[in-house]
């Protein structure tokens, strides 16, 4: 699956400010303005103050529209009319065949032969034509390629790309702009495209503002990245987080290595635990992935070994939490289920 | 369970806009401001623009906090005192309990033995002191009246007191004031403490709007009283919208026959698929209680046959819900769940 134009990591230039809020001008009429929520429970068990920017309550039920709607309709009418060609484990497939009906254009999704039946369900429902990989980067890539070279369709890839980037960056926007003192705010990784969008979102704001990476221990290739200081490949992986087994690209490493202060690994336990908690505590359903982003705040002394500056108010860190998405298989639960 | 004053059904004034008003300015500190949010692909099945109030998303996990809060921080140092007692099938007891426990008083909680596990343990979690009964109407009195006895403590009926049915209006106050120009709010109705409030509060703001109360078949003493025009009695009920198992009061019925346009009656099964499709499609988690207030809506013709008058814009309706909860047992599902 290749990127155009080709890419310069030495003299790469994220999106900038500007082309956050035309994104965000392009997209805001078609998609929801995600609530804040709050809640005391949470508060008390991580020891700060979060704030939760349910991107789980989005249009298809991910953050992923907006960098999609964004992407697409930033194209030409001749781009655009052969149709829209990605791949994606589901959430990123199911924002372009939404944003592409929306377009009216054809969409053509290369999704992992593993991926969740509802987001297969989901793409289906939004009249996108899918085509079935193996779960592996690689075999995601040749497909995409072929795909793309038989239709004629134009590329949009899930998150190698400045269009999303600057999409994505939209949901930390409206969490600045709604709640302008946060001290840090937690993403999930994956890609990397929702985690660089929340680096430039959000610093475009408070420059001075922490951003954390959060990534399963079992897809832990941003870490290795980031430790590293060499893009790492992530081949496979078998995490519950369905929406977090892609590998960085170069475009989303260079703004992660430039903005993430450090990457915040979780075990599967953890994710199940975490989610079940939001389930029980905040009625709302969030995927494995969104779980991800609060893990590690939940783990006992990880708030106070973030380093963070005291605030002025002396009182406990405010922190944000994406929750990226909420797209989960109500017939099949982490956890023991009896039906009534 | 006796209420004081004695109850005169001719001369009874429900609470007026200055009570409404400041049982808000009372309670607005202390619980959410619920988000509204909207489902295109329910839109599209009920033929219609819904607006959901989410007090599923409320502290204690449902609206039952506002009329809590409202009635123990409008008591006197000495009327608290000796602490709270109520009866309740769960919601009611568990915003007692967190009242009792902010004002720090001690609350007396009488439910029913059948209670959902969840909402005892949420009780016991606020530090609720639980007494069972049997699932009767008359057990619950005869209890209530003897730990009453026992403690010296002051009696918050779950609807049948105007502090109550003040703080319950404040849902639709809200939802009227974030939408001023809804045509119809629809709430599920049980014992009428969420109906009657959102009739006061939500003409309170634009009187010629249609409110429609909406009751499981299975507990359809509402129905069988506004159309019989005489208080009806339930002594027990099967239904699964365990929220709803209560029976209209005088206060209540007084208003809901002056206010309520009609009763609508939903099945076990409209419920049950009702709140999956909320799940699904919106990504919240709501009990069964709340799904009975959309259920009718997406029944075939419902909409068309409510008689709404046209609106000028000639657009769909615009129609509030208000969701009442989301205290559900996630161990225990009205649908088959496999375990992953």
Known sequence: MSTAPS?????????NWD???????????RIHRTPILTSASLDSLAGARLFFKCENLQKTGSFKIRGASNAIFSLSNEQAARGIVTQS???????????????GVPAYIVMPKNAPKVKIQAIEAYGGKITFCEPKVSSRNKTCDRVQAETGAHLVHPYDDDCIIAGQATAAKELLEDMSDLDAVFAPVSGGGLLSGTCL???????????????????DDAYRSLTTGTLQSLESSDTIADGLRASLAPRTFAILRKHVERILLVSEEEIIS???????????????????????????????????????????????????????????????????
């Open 7 to 15: 890419f310069e990591s030495a003299t790469y230039r994220p999106p």
């Open 19 to 29: 082309a956050i809020c035309e994104a965000h001008a392009r997209i805001a009429p």
């Open 89 to 103: 484990s589901g959430n990123h497939g199911a924002a372009v065949a939404c944003a592409a009906a929306w377009r």
């Open 201 to 219: 979102g959000a610093k475009g704001i408070r420059a001075a503002i922490r951003i954390f990476g959060c990534e399963p221990s079992r897809a």
């Open 274 to 340: 975490t989610a079940r908690l939001v389930w029980e505590r905040m009625k709302i359903i969030i995927e494995p992935s969104s779980a991800v982003a609060l893990a590690p705040l939940l783990k006992h002394g990880v708030v106070q070994s973030l380093n963070l500056p005291p605030r002025s108010d002396g009182a406990a860190p405010k922190l944000g939490v994406i929750f990226s998405g909420g797209n989960v298989d109500l017939t099949s639960l982490p956890w023991p289920v009896r039906t009534t």
